[in-house]
């Protein structure tokens, strides 16, 4: 098993490009996340998606957008990316009983 | 809103030095307690679950335990390749529209540094 799998591994973008950050996950899991990790900011979280099909708000979804796919499938889409959106960008799925959570390894975002 | 605070901010300790992270928290509805490792450049990894005060588990050098305000990460006789940042998350219950959803809100973290 994979686990989680996220692509690109690093990207630079230039302020106003658009761009799909990709996430998928082999362990049937209904739940899944996207978070950003900033120095001193911790882990935020900016969408959730709970089932296939459903997509919520999180605490920083501004200037950000996610599709669900399928049930192995979870991306983020900026479609004007600015400087403040440079960061660490993680994706994670949630087992349905337990709410462990397991994170993929990362896209590290810069916008210049 | 559900908090997390973590101290200390860093420790560094010698090969075998035992000590112990603190986890504080505050949250609505306590599905479960979390601790997760990370090491420079990867994603989190999921150490513990705690669901209930008085709750304790092990993994190697490491035990973890909950109390209804806190949590402790011990370890025991650390070695350099327990050298990571330690995070605490808790996850509380918040329905929006209806529905009931987890919520995971992180700390910001513990650098543990072990030298041989």
């Known amino acids: 098993n994979a686990g989680v799998t996220q692509t690109p591994k690093f990207q630079v973008l230039k302020t106003g490009q658009s761009m799909t950050l990709q996430c998928a996950q082999d362990?049937?899991?209904?739940?899944m996340y996207w978070y950003r990790q900033d120095p001193g900011m911790g882990l935020r979280l900016i969408y959730y998606?709970?089932?296939?099909?459903?997509?919520d708000k999180g605490e920083v979804p501004n200037g950000y957008n996610v599709s669900r796919l399928n049930k192995r499938e979870f991306s983020l889409r900026l479609e004007s990316a600015a400087p403040s959106q440079t960061s660490v960008y993680f994706c994670?799925?949630?087992?349905?009983?337990?709410?462990?959570?397991?994170f993929g390894p990362g896209t590290r975002l810069t916008v210049t | 809103e559900d908090q997390v605070t973590q101290s200390p901010e860093a420790l560094r300790l010698q090969e075998g030095e035992s000590s112990s992270l603190n986890c504080s928290y505050t949250v609505s509805g306590l599905r479960g307690l979390f601790w997760y490792r990370q090491d420079p450049g990867k994603g989190p990894e999921f150490l513990f679950t705690?669901?209930?005060a008085g709750e304790e588990k092990e993994k190697e050098r490491l035990k973890a335990t909950l109390t209804k305000k806190e949590s402790f990460l011990h370890i025991t006789a650390p070695k350099p390749e327990d050298s990571a940042t330690y995070l605490c998350?808790?996850?509380?219950?918040?329905?929006?529209?209806?529905?009931?959803?987890?919520?995971?809100?992180f700390g910001q973290g513990t650098i543990l540094t072990v030298h041989p």
């Open positions: 705690l669901y209930s």
């Open positions: 994670a799925s949630e087992t349905t009983f337990t709410y462990e959570q397991y």
């Open positions: 362990m049937n899991h209904n739940s």
């Open positions: 998606s709970a089932s296939e099909g459903t997509t």
């Open positions: 998350a808790v996850q509380g219950e918040w329905i929006t529209g209806g529905t009931s959803y987890g919520k995971l809100t």
